[in-house]
């Protein structure tokens, strides 16, 4: 199995960061603490929510990178 996160802008258009390679994860706990350690970059670069693929299907997603809102 291949894991891989599709990243998206708000309308879930792909978004390409070029100053990060596409990465690729042999489990899912690595893809999420991965995405753990990377999301306020992600979303300095214009990523607003990401989909988890596992060989190209689908496990969960889109998923919002935004903090939610404590008003």
């Given at each position: ?54 060989d ?10 935004h903090?939610?809102?404590t008003?």
């Amino acid at each position: 199995m291949t894991w891989t996160w599709q990243l998206e802008s708000a309308d879930g258009a792909l978004v390409v960061v070029r100053e990060l390679a596409k990465e690729s994860f042999g489990s899912q706990g690595d893809a999420e603490s991965w995405l753990g350690e990377h999301w306020p970059s992600l979303l300095k670069a214009g990523v607003d929510q990401v989909t988890l693929l596992d060989d190209g299907r689908v496990e969960y997603g889109p998923m919002s990178l935004h903090p939610e809102s404590t008003d």
